[in-house]
């Protein structure tokens, strides 16, 4: 089976502007839950998808949001980028409820 | 909000030696998940605990859940350097993918 992949790896963006982060699920699973890893703040959760919806959200601004297409591919938006948004986004999959997350490799954003 | 402490931050250790990292929640968890991230890499999940009391062993890894359901630990007997990588623990509330993870421990083992 394919592995969680995340689109693009690395992503250069200024203060201001949006950027959009891709994640394709392994396939059957059917839960996409995204976070955002740094040095300071470890690895936070953002949100979790299920069949198109979003079941649980973490304590981040409007800014960040995501939604969850019928193929469970899934995508992650950040607006009006700050400095403090430089981290390395993981999205992860998993079948359903509690079970184990599958993490793809990351987006590592770099906001000047 | 829920918050989970992990201890410690950093631990080095000569191989060989033994390692544990413990988990603390501020709140009762419905299960508890253990990661390994290698540097530069991903999050690879190692175990799930679920019951009160429960201990699970890996070749050698052992990890516990806390009768009341709010810590954890994860020991490893005699490291070796493939040991090395950041462990996390994950814990979740509720029947949804509502997770807190750890701050990490990382460990460094020296040949």
């Known amino acids: 089976k394919a592995g969680v992949t995340q689109t693009p790896r690395y992503l250069i963006k200024t203060r201001g502007q949006q950027v959009t982060l891709s994640c394709s699920p392994i396939s059957g699973h059917r839960s996409v839950s995204w976070y955002q890893q740094t040095p300071g703040q470890g690895l936070q959760f953002l949100f979790e998808y299920f069949s198109e919806t979003q079941r649980n959200k973490g304590n981040f601004p409007g800014r960040f949001s995501g939604r969850q297409f019928s193929n469970s591919r899934s995508e992650m938006n950040v607006s009006t980028l700050e400095l403090g948004d430089s981290a390395l986004y993981l999205c992860?999959?998993?079948?359903?409820?509690?079970?184990?997350?599958?993490f793809g490799n990351g987006t590592r954003l770099t906001v000047t | 909000g829920q918050q989970v402490m992990q201890i410690p931050q950093y631990q080095h250790v000569q191989e060989g030696e033994d390692f544990t990292t413990y988990c603390n929640s501020s709140t009762t968890l419905s299960n508890i998940q253990w990661y390994k991230q290698r540097p530069g890499g991903h999050p690879v999940f190692l175990i799930q605990?679920?019951?009160?009391?429960e201990v699970k062993k890996q070749k050698r890894l052992t990890f516990q859940f806390g009768e009341a359901k709010k810590n954890s630990s994860l020991h490893i007997t005699a490291t070796q350097t493939t040991d090395v990588g950041t462990y996390f623990c994950a814990g979740f509330v509720g029947g949804y993918q509502k997770v807190t993870f750890g701050t990490g421990t990382k460990l460094q083992v020296i040949p």
């Open positions: 605990l679920v019951k009160s009391g």
């Open positions: 992860a999959s998993s079948s359903q409820g509690n079970s184990p997350l599958h």
